[in-house]
């Protein structure tokens, strides 16, 4: 008996896109799913949608909340509501190929040392432009968990978006947090920003290792009221403060001294947070930082 996964997605005013999503977990070529689609409030006609949705199809299990919770709140809502042993959330304008829930689960049933696996994304711009994200393997890959952690304390081309990968739904459960301690008024819950990092981190810090699929896709689209592009402040802050109560949580010197050391290079915005991190930097990863700070500098500027 194939194991049950759940495909979640968590939805405010999508009214003209969340069909693509919906359509996308339908084809799936994985036949036990279920579909859980949570309306955080929508204003406008997406829950007719949903309704009209989940009439045709009994995997498709809807939820509507009263008020606006605010989107992690919501996406905490999908997994509440669902009974998968898998989860996969895709949000509301976002898309994956028909086979990907398959190859994941047989890329996690097969080795029960995975954390979780991810696949490299398309982003889809409006004007129809593409560009591939998390292109890390030219073929499917089993890696360390620790060089995954490293790279994302390095802000190296790692998955951070649980919308490119399948996780068990315990640990989305135990890892996915609203909000963390932060002395800059950040509201975490207003954005997921650091809540898909903190999830990413912790839970392949719980296992050996990652599967890394370069065979199938997800998709994201990249328009004017998606998430990252409205964002009124860089995102990097709230990634800053989530890998700080990473480390906090787990008390692993190697990563305070890469991220100690990341945030001598890079941050110029957040000054204290340096002080914060328990532990002594590392000359390695500063001069390793440094070099390609300043090879990313002179590329742009021989661009010009």
Known sequence: MEKLVSILIPV??????????????????????????????STDGTWQVLQDYAAGDDRIKIFRNETNIGPVKNWLRCVEESRGDYVKILFSDDWMDD?????????IESNHDVAFVFSKVQIVFEDGQQRTGYDIFPEN????????????????????????ALFRRRDVAKNLLVEF???????????????????????AYE????AYLSDTSCYFLSHRSSFTMS?????????NYAKLYFINQTNDQFFARIFKSFLIVQSKNQPGLYKKVPGRWSLWYVVRLSLRKMISIAGTYLRK
Do not use: W
């Not at 890959?141 to 490119?164: D, E, K, V």
């Not at 002395?183 to 920003?193: Q, S």
């Not at 964002?231 to 990634?239: A, D, I, Q, S, V």
């Open 207 to 210: 296992y050996k290792n990652l």
């Open 231 to 239: 964002t009124p402040e860089g995102l990097g802050k709230y990634h």
């Open 12 to 41: 405010y005013n999508r009214e003209k896109l969340i069909a693509r999503a919906i359509e996308s977990s339908k084809r799936q070529t994985y036949a036990n799913i279920e579909i859980i689609i949570a309306d955080n409030c």
């Open 99 to 107: 086979d990907f829930i398959s190859k994941a689960v047989q890329a």
């Open 141 to 164: 890959t089993i890696f360390s968990s620790r060089h995954f952690i490293t790279l994302a304390f390095l802000n190296g081309n790692i998955s951070a978006s649980p919308g490119s």
């Open 181 to 203: 301690p932060n002395d800059e008024g950040l509201v975490f819950n207003n954005l997921g920003a650091g809540n898909d990092l903190f999830l990413h981190l912790m839970t």
